[in-house]
């Protein structure tokens, strides 16, 4: 599979580039473009003193390269400076949120491609037909719904009215003390399992799988359209005409080569759903109260919290390029064609 | 326009749309209580009453009754979502325009910019822009539209650098026509087809965002009835008055699906394999 | 229908349902295919020779509709049938060639695998068994480096040796009758000629029925014992290629022999005017408006299909015959 070292090393120094223009865009967003970004710095609340301090912070009294140079400077070495709300230091918040939005995420996303991609398929193969505008109409529905709407309607549904599924909070940490839980990669579904904690796992699985539903419902909508739509074009190339005349197994045809043909795509626009997945997921954790990067994101922007905000939107930035990276190399690696 | 009527689903979505149009142009004339509907008049005995003959979908947290509000906000949402496309396509496309045509240094350089406001997640940009902007509808549109114009200046580079090469494109260079003649009325013809598709998909789209925006504070100010706004207004008290929430959300989703349909009608019609396969008379 | 014929077709009408109209590929088509001959259907674009080869493979589209007619395979109606054997019997039998190599086998998996994934199914072997009749396919298609072409993936093969290797594949199966869509339309000159002459070969070795599909009569000279010339979906004229090369009895046949160019003969004269609309229905004869010969019953009452010399010719002129 034609994945080089040459290609790593170029692409991670695209990645590289690509991080300092996000950087360099923050910088410009937070420091040039507000005509007095130590007031916007300090905040409302601000007092002369905490805004002369806030010029001297960002250094606003040195030229703009100087500026930037700081800006960068700290970034690389982890300084991003601490939350007015939390007191904390902002890397430090945001990659203890890490693991709950993650979590969030990749059940969310993974309920999105199991789900989505066999029911695009499905239905493509069945064009035409009321099994195909029921797949159909639903995902076009999917893809018109607001997440933080669905999520709230989810939670009040489920949550407070059928009280079926709890709603708020990963984990119910009495029963976790009881059991004698603790987590070890933060992951609470797979740290449950690997302490055999069946109970606690329990748990946490009906606390996820709201928010998680929740997530998935774009994702999924896009995924099975796309995929339709991918299929319908595959089953009309001519190497499918080809061996289907020459005697090919039509089970294999479909499920070996059309289905391939599909996938490779698929895996190719994954990043962008991915990309949607994240901002949906932060959105569903502003509605779930679940203790994520969205999570502390929105509590920031609604407390003004300048630092906080803006190494949340850096570090998602920087998370997303990441992912596009991986699925740019999982792509590579499953098509023959792709050149490099 | 003969195609949409094949299909009974596309004449639905063509419906909403012109429905949607309709009502956001006439919001103002038609709502009956508009001093409620534009959020200046209060009526605290009249807070969170359910959906009744007198408030078809309830009224809010302020008595402001709550459909009122919705109609009024179609308005909103109409500016916006048509706003953010048209500006966007207007910064978008003539990038795109040079970047494909002109290649090389220029056409890199040009597509690594896009490049880096596309390495943030849909909506991040957005988020940080409306930020910086603060809240209001115009900042909303510039915010929006902002995060928003690579996308066009992506797909229009990737359809002109395939164009470029075609027989005719040559033709037009040899004759001695400007770059810009050739690249608005040679290469932009061709291009329109999915650029139209993507942009009446992306009003929906813009449609969402904003809301979300709204949402999260940092789109349209209260007291506008922006939908998104409206639905966090409401979800303080969603146990209690879960209407104040749920109606725009409503409006939203149908608003929405009415450019998702119409936007899967032009992409429908615009594959002329998959369109014979779903004709009438097909097996 | 007598014992030597393989693919009997009657009065064949079949329509491609589309967003723009209802296209009319075949209008009422009668072929006789006898076993072990090589035929040609040689047609413009829009003839319907293509529709009518997709036919016999089954390999129409969701959208095409037999409207009426039978097509017989070895006595059955393939139409007809719902046999799913009969269907597998179709397959196994019939091998199928088209135009574009490029595109005919699957960019994502190798030679090897995409032969084994077939020959498993049409001959029912196990997957080693599957990888040497591609083998010995290969090599009858005259490709050297096999193994190489085995393991290699479609785009890194040259046009030539993927039609090779399409060509292999079809015959690997050890089929009866072979259709060739245009098989050297997509290739350069010299490896057109390679193309024809090992098809032609491997029919000869391996008595096939070759049914070749070209809009090039100097194809059909080269390789088809019989032609069948086809315009906007009718059979105008059917017989032995030499018999219609020297004497062409339809107008449009001889028109199409016109048009070809000859080194040393006159300018090449191209037949003036397009073929029909496929969407619309005529009276008559399509050929009129671009026919020399043509009679003013031309436009008013169908050509009748008249026997000469051993021939078919649909047309006015002949009717005495």
Redesign the interface.
Known sequence: MPVTYEYLIKRLFLLVLVVLGVLVITFILTRVIPARPELLWAGPHARLEDILRARKELHLDEPLYMQLYYYLRDFFTGNWGVSWRTRQPVLQDVLSALPATLELIVVGFALALVIGIPLGFYSALRLGSAKDDVVRSIAVIGASMPVFWAALVLQLVFGMWLKVLPAGKRIDTGLAIMTGFHPITGFYLLDSLLQGNIPVFIDVLKRIVLPAIAVSIYPLSLTVRMVRSLTIEVLNENFVRFLEANGIDKKTLIYRYVLRSVISPVIASLGLSFGYTIIGAFMVELVFVWPGIGYYAGMALLSFDYPAILGSIVFVAVFYSAINLVVDLIHAWIDPRVKL | MR?IS?RK?YMAGLAIVALFVIVGILAPYIVTKPEEAWGIAYNPDKAFKPPSFENPLGTDALGRDMLNRIILGTRFSLLIGVSVVFISLLIGVPVGLVAGYFGGRIGTALM?LA???L???????A???A??LGRGVFNTIIALSLSWWPWYTRLVYIQTTSVKSLAYIDSAKILGLSPLTIMFKHILPNITAPLVTQATLDV?SAI?EA??LS????GVPPPTPEW?LL?SEG?QY??RA?WV??F??IA???S??GF??LG?AL?EYMD???????????? | MSIDTIISIRDLVVNYHTFSGVVKALRGVDVDIRRGESLCIVGESGSGKSTLAHVIAMILPRNAVVERGSLKYEGIDVLRSSDPGFRAKIRRDIGVVFQDPATSFSPLFTIKQQFVDVLVKALGVTPEEAINAAKKALKDARLVEVDRVLNSYPHELSGGMLQRASIALALAKNPKVLIADEPTTNLDVTTQAEILDLIKALKEKYGLTLIMITHNFGVAAHVCDRTVVMYAGMVFEEGLTRDLLVKPLHPYTKGLLKAIPRIGGDVPNPIPGYPPDPKEGYTGCPFYSRCSSAMPECTSRTPPRVMIEGRVVTCHLYRGY
């Not at chain 2, 390495?119 to 940009?125: K, Q, R």
């Not at chain 2, 002329?272 to 097996?283: N, S």
């Open positions: 195609f094949y689903i690594r490049d880096m406001f390495a943030f997640p849909p909506l991040l940009l988020i940080a822009f930020t910086i929906g969402l809301s979300a949402f999260l504070g940092v998104g639905i979800w969603i146990s879960w929430s749920f725009p959300g939203i989703m149908i929405v699906l998702n349909l899967d992409k002329p394999r998959v369109r014979d396969l779903l004709v009438k008379g097909a097996r």
